[in-house]
């Protein structure tokens, strides 16, 4: 499947650059080939998509592909050339975006917000929870973050450049530190030497050279490890050298994938460090010196670092039997001081060397120079001398090899930052992370982070590798699947998130009476953020002004989910439900979604425990959704506004989306009242199931597909995309069919071929994903702002619901047009947004919902499950996740 953009278009050679190199066969027919990379597999009809090999690629890397592949590069993975230049330049949703029809609607609410962000921004000097003046600009450079869970996180692009920094949790920067770089030198060893054969640079946007040297480069992110890999290779050498091979791997603290993995403690998953690891190998027949040095600015060059007083550091770590050697970088700024550590780990083949301070605003002659004489750094003892007012400092260590003739060596680094004490921007409460209940809260943990990393990662790296290993190994799983898959977990460290350490004496109040049991809970694990189900029994009283309405209402009513969990710059946990534009006290969907969560969980985990846990909660949030079924017929009722996650466009009365999430809540609460031994409120539940099952078909079901609504305008008729969403959570906790059958599944599998038919294959040419509404007549409904828009998360759980339901070529020719959207033709990399529209425009970036891309995964397992669990299936021959059958005969399932 393309991308719907034309291949003249979907590369371009940056010649007018120097500094970027660009291969001078570019005219060839290897290099003119910018369609997928196909393999014999690949030759197949339109009806028969199925296996994949390592070298697809997508349209990224297939102009610029030598013959090198570089040394232990994993296969497959997001992979892009350096000198990859994205055709296609959207922006952010913005007012100018908005029709003029819903510019009149929306125009009290666009009043009300430019109010609301003059006082936060000029008079409260915060930075406003939705920013839609300074929306974050289109910067097509990132690659994957590097950082553990809730430890903060720092974010290379893709040419290799610091680009993204969230060290003080949810508060991100985006700026590239020119300083944070990597330089390479090699020389000849014996009679001839050559003392300054190469330099080459990787950090500052793009690869840099001190000469026009003849490096191509390329970098992928590698599904394997969720790691970003660059590799270096020479192909056309301008002067008599031999042939070197230098692989780039940097490694992170193994989640976002690890924690998932039983064997891989919880202690890892949480660690603020990367691990950046260079494989070389001398493809020629002389002995050869190779020398890496990474250079790191202390601070980002603005905001706090201008009172100065930053200072480094040498150290030196031996414990049982290795040792690394390093810099700290000290940051005391309050309130959240932190100190990072470069690190390298010496061995008998290689040599550690640094330089403490150095101007990084300056050109770096004293630094290169430093190099450039013999490979290695001076190594001056001692402190530096604190940095003065507006005035900044750096470091940099240099690890240098000796490769033997057609040899390889391995230089390995760390990056560590230790900010134990954290502050949100209230600067009220304060928190410990979670890692340091294994490193201590003192700050001086950076030396042994760098250590631990560097002794341990290959073993991180055998155990992500057991777990993902069968999806990877799976031929008949598209290539761009697996990248997909296993990329968009970047967020579960790079989405804000925090994991915090809980004492005794400051556990929440809600933990009594039935929550009691929570205690020991929060005091082993902690306290993780993105949400709680704490929060749901929290009340807030106090009154504020929602945007879109005008009306006054409170914060957070006790026994109703919050939107979210607070402000990074005000107190989160403490003041939550930052989102002003409605009151979602009156949210149809937030409710029915965790209640459906708790049971799919449970069913999953088989964690009884956990599920008695849920279960008041469970009880309190349904007793009060029932008051939107005003008419007692068992199905809730829309309020006539944009009551719902799309909270941008108009729902009244019963609807499909809502209403199936309301149905599909009932069938679960009926089986967790069977489990909990609940008989009056399995009956209570049991008949607003069956009231509810008849309105829901007579009132919604129009013999192809559910109804938006039950409005008396034209869009109530359109196609939704989301229309099946209750049958989604059904099906993933292991109910909606037989006797658990809620929506009849003829009706569902019917529905979804509809939106096949028209949301995605009537769509931008089926290659862009599933629009969220298409009017019947096969034109985008363009009623409101969000109709018209792909929703890049629920277009993964509308391809999860198509394989369950047997419809797994058409999962996954939907899925993939997101994909291929996002990722090749919009280089939106590792900040996945939220929506985009069929032109123009994208809306949030590093959005949460593209992670609901594992419900495919699930959907997949549980299909082969049911397969292997019929009568006479074959016993023994080990798992295969894979569609490939089901793909080749897409017309079998209908």
């Known amino acids: 499947m393309g991308t719907g953009v034309p291949a003249s278009e979907q590369t371009r050679c940056a010649k007018g650059d120097p500094q970027v190199y660009c291969p001078e066969n570019a005219g060839s027919t290897e290099a003119e080939q910018v369609t997928d990379l196909q393999s014999p597999e690949d030759n197949r009809p339109q009806s028969e998509p199925g296996g994949s090999s390592p070298e697809d690629s997508g349209q990224l890397m297939a102009s610029y592909e030598g013959k090198a592949k570089g040394y232990q590069v994993p296969p497959f993975g997001w992979r892009i050339c350096l000198a990859h230049e994205f055709a296609e330049k959207r922006k952010p949703f913005n007012a100018n975006n908005v029709s003029l029809s819903n510019l009149i609607k929306h125009l009290g609410m666009g009043l009300r917000y430019l ?5 936060k921004t000029q008079v409260e000097k915060k930075t406003p929870f939705i920013d839609l003046i300074n929306c974050v600009p289109l910067r097509q450079i990132y690659g994957c973050p590097l950082g553990g869970i809730g430890g903060g996180t720092i974010t290379r692009g893709w040419r290799g450049q610091f680009c993204r920094w969230q060290l003080n949790p949810g508060m991100y920067q985006h700026r590239t530190v020119i300083a944070d770089q990597v330089r390479t030198r090699r020389w000849r060893r014996g009679p001839e030497q050559y003392p300054s054969s ?5 950090g500052r946007g793009r690869l840099c050279t001190s000469k026009s040297c003849p490096w191509s480069a390329q970098v992928s992110c590698a599904a394997g490890t969720g790691a970003c890999v660059g590799t270096l290779h020479s192909t056309t050498p301008s002067i008599p050298e031999p042939g070197l091979s230098i692989s780039f791997l940097a490694r992170m603290s193994p989640s976002p994938v690890a924690r998932s993995h039983p064997s891989c403690p919880m202690t890892t998953s949480s660690l603020p460090v990367g691990v950046f690891v260079w494989d070389v190998e001398n ?6 010196d190779v020398s890496i040095m990474f250079s790191m600015r202390n601070g980002l060059g603005v905001g706090d670092d201008v009172p100065g007083g930053l200072w480094n550091e040498p150290f030196c770590l031996e414990r049982d039997g290795e040792t690394v050697q390093g810099l700290l970088l000290h940051h005391p700024t309050p309130p959240n001081p932190y100190t990072m550590a470069v690190a390298a780990r010496l061995t008998a083949d290689t040599t550690v060397t640094h330089i403490t301070a150095f101007d990084p605003d300056s050109t770096g002659q004293q630094v290169w120079q430093d190099l450039l004489q013999d490979g290695q750094l001076d190594s001056p003892t001692g402190q530096s001398t604190p940095s003065q007012k507006g005035v900044g400092i750096a470091g940099a260590v240099c690890v240098t090899g000796k490769l033997p003739p057609r040899g390889q060596c391995r230089l390995e680094f760390s990056l560590a930052w230790d900010m134990p004490r954290i502050m949100f921007g209230a600067k009220g409460q304060v928190y410990y992370r ?18 631990y990393a560097l002794c341990r990662y290959v073993d991180w790296e055998e155990k992500i590798s057991a777990w993902q290993s069968p999806v990877l190994d799976d031929r008949s799983l598209p290539a761009w699947y697996k990248s997909a898959l296993f990329n968009e977990l970047y967020f579960l460290a790079d989405g804000g998130t925090v994991w915090l350490e809980v004492p005794e004496d400051s556990l929440p ?37 929602y945007l879109m309405s005008g009306v006054m209402a409170p914060v957070k009513r006790r026994n109703v989910i919050p ?25 149809k969907d937030l409710n029915l979604k965790f209640v459906l969560q708790v049971y799919r969980d449970y069913h999953l985990t088989g964690d009884q425990g956990f599920l008695r846990d849920m279960w008041p909660v469970c009880l309190a949030v349904m007793e009060s959704e029932m008051k939107f079924d005003k008419d007692q017929d068992g199905l809730i009722e829309n309020g006539g506004y944009a009551d719902q996650t799309y909270d941008g466009w108009i729902t009244t009365g019963p609807s499909a989306y809502c209403g199936g999430l309301w149905l599909a809540a009932v069938a679960v609460m009926v089986q967790m009242a069977v489990l909990c031994g609940a008989k009056d409120v399995q009956d209570k539940f049991s008949s607003i199931l069956r009231r509810g099952q008849e309105a829901y078909e007579r009132l919604l079901w129009n013999g192809r597909y559910y109804n938006y609504d039950c409005s008396p305008q034209p869009q109530s008729c359109s196609i939704m995309s989301d229309q099946c969403a209750g049958q989604w959570f059904l099906r993933a906790s292991g109910l909606g069919e037989g ?22 294959r009537a769509f931008a040419g089926g290659a862009m994903g599933a629009v969220n509404g298409m009017q019947p007549h096969g034109v985008p409904d363009r009623s409101s702002v969000q109709s018209d828009e792909v929703w890049v998360g629920v277009v993964y759980g509308l391809a999860a619901t198509m394989i369950q339901e047997g419809l797994t070529w058409e999962g996954f020719q939907t899925a993939e047009g997101c994909y291929r959207t996002v990722w090749e033709r919009l280089g939106l990399a590792f900040q996945t947004p939220e929506a985009y529209c069929q032109q123009r425009v994208f809306r949030s970036l590093a959005y949460m919902r593209p992670l609901s891309i594992w419900a495919m995964q699930l959907a997949l397992q549980q299909q082969q499950h049911k397969k292997a669990s019929k009568p006479g299936a074959q016993q023994g021959t080990g798992p295969n996740l894979g569609p490939k059958e089901a793909m080749a005969k897409p017309k079998e399932a209908l």
């Open 283 to 288: 493809e020629g027949d002389e002995a050869l």
């Open 115 to 119: 109010q609301w962000w003059y006082r």
């Open 198 to 202: 190469q330099f080459a640079c990787v």
């Open 739 to 760: 006797d658990t059958e809620v929506f009849p599944t003829r009706h569902v599998v019917c529905a979804l071929q509809t939106i096949f038919e028209f949301n995605v």
């Open 509 to 545: 109040d809600e933990l009594v009476g039935s929550m009691c049991q929570l205690r020991p809970i929060l005091r082993e694990y902690g306290r993780f953020g993105y949400l709680e189900a704490l929060a749901t029994l929290r009340e807030d009283l106090t009154r504020r002004q």
């Open 434 to 451: 979670r890692y340091t209940r294994f490193f201590g809260r003192d700050g001086n943990a950076a030396p042994a982070l760098s250590h």
């Open 563 to 587: 939107h979210d969990i607070g402000d990074p710059d005000d107190e989160p946990w403490l003041r939550v439900n930052a989102y002003v534009v409605h009151d979602t006290a009156d949210w």
